[in-house]
């Protein structure tokens, strides 16, 4: 199991959805996104692809405070951060304690016979 990777608007949708099902719009979470050493590109650790779908929040990516902020979250809830940012994504500090959504890679097999 990984944390979660975001490859389409179709994923971020799903996990949009599952996190409203469950009730937890109010929570932040970490995703498997990560910047590379170069500060500019961005990389889904779950699965070693590029980062080439987004759904950052207005102003976001931003290093805050100058912070060298280095992973994806999933917001909460506008209430917290403000408008139009609910279940959008931003940049923070890797060494923050937030939730977690993991996914588990499907492994499908097809049966030949002889």
Request: net charge negative.
């Given at each position: 199991?990984?944390?979660?990777?975001?490859?389409?608007?179709?994923?971020?949708?799903?996990?949009?959805?599952?996190?409203k099902?469950?009730?937890?719009?109010?929570?932040?979470?970490?995703t498997?996104?990560?910047?590379?050493?170069?500060?500019?590109?961005?990389?889904?650790?779950?699965?070693?692809?590029?980062?080439?779908?987004?759904?950052?929040a207005?102003?976001?990516?931003?290093?805050?405070?100058?912070?060298?902020?280095?992973?994806?979250?999933?917001?909460?809830?506008?209430?917290?951060?403000?408008?139009?940012?609910?279940?959008?994504?931003?940049?923070?500090?890797?060494?923050?304690?937030?939730?977690?959504?993991?996914?588990?890679?499907?492994?499908?097999?097809?049966?030949?016979?002889?």
């Amino acid at each position: 199991m990984n944390l979660v990777s975001i490859s389409s608007k179709a994923d971020s949708d799903q996990i949009t959805q599952q996190i409203k099902d469950q009730g937890h719009e109010g929570s932040a979470f970490w995703t498997s996104g990560t910047k590379l050493g170069d500060n500019i590109t961005w990389l889904w650790m779950g699965n070693g692809r590029p980062v080439s779908f987004t759904n950052w929040a207005p102003g976001q990516p931003d290093n805050l405070n100058h912070y060298t902020e280095s992973c994806i979250n999933i917001f909460s809830n506008d209430m917290v951060w403000g408008p139009n940012t609910a279940q959008k994504w931003n940049d923070i500090r890797c060494s923050r304690e937030l939730n977690i959504i993991c996914e588990e890679s499907l492994i499908e097999y097809e049966y030949c016979s002889t």
